[in-house]
């Protein structure tokens, strides 16, 4: 079912790691379309709670783009972005569960975007970050000039990208380009926490959240008061806020399970 990627489906958890090792994960148009694949699946499956992206090895968790694929091809910039990238990011950023972002080494170019489109980032302290598009004359894409001065502001986000210059997982952690930077050896315990709290989380409401935050930046007050009253109305009516407001009142802890 997938060439360039291994996926996996088991116990509330889909996991989805890049698996071309040889260009260190470089996104091919094959590759990119087997992981909007992947997050369709994972959308479409109730079962799914959170959503894992990563990569085999520890050198990269993606390159950028495969340019000698995407020659290749015989399309022009243009058609690649819309036909690929696009559906690929919008997918990430629409599914209504948590996506997190195991960056297990460098993230370059539309890398870099591919894991800043994810919800929460935990970046190996050893590894970096570099939107390296300025280096051979392109602009940053793959959703990369929504994402970045959303999270670091619109001087850093220029300075970053204008000069294309690496960006230790340390450094990203600080400006909060990304979420969490550990050392190698804790990256493996530091995902797995979070995993497993999203996997026991109340996903409707998870979902719920990202979908406002994504409307949030391009909209103004009276419409987010709308979009969370909208919100709030639907999931008061889940089995999970009312499993919540029991165990509150209990004094245990909620048994969320996601609807």
Excluded: W
């Amino acid at each position: 079912m997938y060439e360039h990627l291994i996926f996996e489906n088991h116990d509330g958890i889909v996991r989805i790691t890049l698996d071309r090792p040889d260009v260190f994960h470089a996104l091919s148009p094959a590759l990119i379309r087997e992981i909007t694949q992947a997050i369709g699946v994972a959308t479409e499956d109730p079962s799914v709670r959170v959503v894992l992206l990563t990569a085999t090895g520890e050198k990269a968790f993606c390159s950028g783009a495969d340019l000698k694929e995407a020659n290749a091809s015989g399309m022009n910039a243009g058609e690649i972005l819309r036909d690929y990238y696009e559906p690929m990011i919008t997918a990430i950023r629409d599914i209504p569960k948590p996506v997190v972002c195991r960056m297990n080494g460098l993230a370059v170019g539309a890398g870099c975007s591919l894991a800043l489109a994810c919800d929460l980032v935990i970046a190996a302290e050893d590894t970096f970050l570099s939107l390296a598009f300025v280096q051979i004359g392109l602009m940053p894409d793959a959703g990369a000039t929504f994402m970045l001065p959303r999270l670091v502001g619109l001087s850093r986000a220029f300075e970053l990208a204008s000069t294309g210059r690496r960006i230790s997982a340390s450094e990203a952690a600080q400006i909060g380009l990304i979420a969490h930077s550990v050392p190698r050896e804790s990256l493996d315990e530091a995902t797995e926490k979070h995993i497993a709290y999203y996997r026991h989380a109340p996903t409707r409401a998870i979902g719920e959240m990202k979908r406002a935050f994504n409307q949030s930046m391009h909209s103004n007050l009276p419409q987010m008061l709308e979009t969370e009253r909208e919100s709030q109305e639907m999931l008061f009516g889940t089995r999970d806020v009312r499993e919540g407001i029991t165990a509150f009142l209990e004094k245990r802890r909620p048994d969320f399970q996601g609807f």
